[in-house]
């Protein structure tokens, strides 16, 4: 009967993992600050070339970030070479201050779209860099420190599991 118990058990965790999620990678910022300069990178290899994912960067801020919204520039590089980039703006914050994302406290988290239902074509390494591309109103010189990101991360799921 408790050998029964433990294989019931037993199948039940392993039916209830989590199958979606291929990667998760985080970097996390020294005092909580972003520099201009600061160019994030993710690396990964071992994708499945016919299978569609759904990437995503994930941000933690606190309550030390001065804005309501997060630009992006990204750099996705292709094991042959090929360099995708985007500018990207995620809403941070609700029009009243409220902000978005997960989290208790001061520290909240987002999870942001980046690409959907992308297929890696070629086996190999792709990398990933993220930097920030904020500006204040009314000024062409971006923010050189951007306070308040604890941490920048990406994460790689499977779209159909």
Wanted: aromatic residues 12%.
């Amino acid at each position: 009967m408790r050998s029964y118990l433990f294989l019931m058990l037993a199948i039940f965790l392993l039916a209830s993992c989590n199958t979606t999620g291929v990667t998760s990678e985080y970097k996390s910022l020294k005092g909580a600050v972003w520099n201009k300069d600061d160019i994030l990178e993710f690396s990964f290899t071992k994708m499945d070339t016919v299978q569609e994912y759904n990437m995503f960067i994930n941000v933690r801020n606190d309550d030390t970030f001065p804005y309501s919204n997060l630009f992006l520039i990204t750099s996705l590089s292709t094991p042959e070479g090929e360099v995708l980039q985007d500018t990207l703006e995620y809403t941070m914050a609700l029009p009243d201050g409220t902000w978005l994302g997960k989290g208790t406290g001061s520290l909240k988290e987002n999870k942001l779209w980046y690409k959907e239902n992308i297929v890696f074509p070629v086996s190999g390494v792709y990398t990933l860099e993220v930097s920030h591309a904020m500006r204040k109103n009314g000024t062409v010189q971006g923010v050189i420190s951007l306070e308040g990101v604890t941490d920048v991360g990406i994460e790689i799921k499977k779209s159909n599991p």
